[in-house]
């Protein structure tokens, strides 16, 4: 009887639970003998789904690559192509007389349902093994989640800090006297503001094989070249020395800056190698803590990326088990419309922030957290664009985007479709916030000053114009208070005025129907 390990693409780690489980169980030799690996690549799902190019050709390639890794290490590997993982899967199980096969717990519902269906009469038996791909366990985070009435990443993250001991002094107190410094990491961009050029990978023999495989895909967003993610943990390693090296110190005081001409700033772009376990969160945090410390770097810089890590993807995970499999179906204010077509079309929305954004991510996939949340998913709110289409597209098309990242990132974080389970208010804003934290708004054929007539801003009369129709949800959140005492400041002829111009524009707009 031969042993099988079914090794997902996000799991491309050779630590890895299930490896892990039967090396210890067997001893590494043994582990080796008797059990066979598979890789699957299945097209169906994707197309489907109709990921960006560039995710597609990193999430296969990212594969292949793991795969020699397996191989050079000892293990037996089957890389299979199909058109679905239960064709695959079947014939592979049958061939080689697979009896138990052996998987390491996926993070998001979908593929564990996708999982259950693809063996659905099959003769093995599925054995699932404990995530290690996150600090926290499911059953550790609903633990701590358990004795609160509402839940708060500040908590958590400062619980964390404790943990893992990250960031902590000999007193078991925060360093620097403070859980976090996020007031000093909100700085506007000044004129010229230029981040470190990122580090960029040529693609090898395998890249360049699977590019010409999405090539021949059609219907799929984004551009598929120039591609430059890394595909292996030597480069993803190499992408966070870089970061270290060349962004860390400056990490902090712009963050959330946007800037045209530079995507990618001083963020770190790990995530989608985190995310794909070619590097592992502990371990990423250790050596930015280790990093940090020995070059004096500004504790808001360094405390500022750990924060993302050891608090927030640790903290939208933990809630993404935790809220349930009814989660999903959220929608607090009752939002229906269908996305604009420039949203598949990845620009010609006419306006200068928008487009922007979307013209950055059909170049390669990425747009950081400020771009995502006060842009794209403030948008989305004040439109009142389905939050279940919305939270879908930013899955498929973030290079870093899971059903668990997005679930809580877009449909609780930035559309509140979760009427406050995840933040404490919506993330409403004008575009005025846009003009201040962007350059985004100078040469923008609207006007930002404005918020009627023809060159009105739509972030403007979309505002206000959200604010109207859910006054009574949003008037019990004190958070909310400034905002609607200056809506009742509006006379009530502009405010007409306000709510015809966001009339027009979003009929303007379109859908994709």
Known sequence: MSVGIWIFGDQLSLRQAALADLEHRLGAQEARRCCRVVLIESTSLLLRQRPHRQKLVLQWSALRHFGDELVASGWRVDRLEAESFADALHSWIHSHGIRELHAMDVAERPLRHLVTQSLTASAAELIWHASNAFLWSREAFAAWARPYRQLRMELFYREGRKRFGVLMDAQEQPLGGAWNFDQANRKAPPRGLAGPAPLWFAPDGITQAVIAKVQGLEGLPGDLEPFGWGVNRQ???????????TRLSGFGPYQDAMVIGQPTMWHSLISPYINLGLLEPLAVIRRLEQAGLEQAVPLACLEGVIRQILGWREYTHGLYWWLGADYPGHNHFEASRSLPAWFEQLGGS?????????????????????????????????????????????????IDGYDWVMQTNVLGMGLYADGGVLASKPYAASG????????YCKGCRFDVKQRTGPRTCPYNSLYWDFLARHGLQLRGNPRMALMLNQLAKIAPDELVAIREAAAGHLQAAGSLD
């Open 235 to 245: 480069q993803a390693l190499a992408v966070l020395e870089h970061f270290i090296a």
């Open 350 to 398: 006419g306006m200068a922030c928008i487009d922007t954004v979307l013209a950055e991510l059909k170049t390669n996939g990425y747009a950081h957290h400020i771009q995502r949340l006060m842009v794209l998913a403030n948008y989305g709110l004040l439109a009142g664009l389905d939050p279940q289409a919305l939270t879908a597209w930013f899955d498929r098309l973030f």
């Open 432 to 439: 005025n916030y846009i003009n201040r934290m962007s350059t």
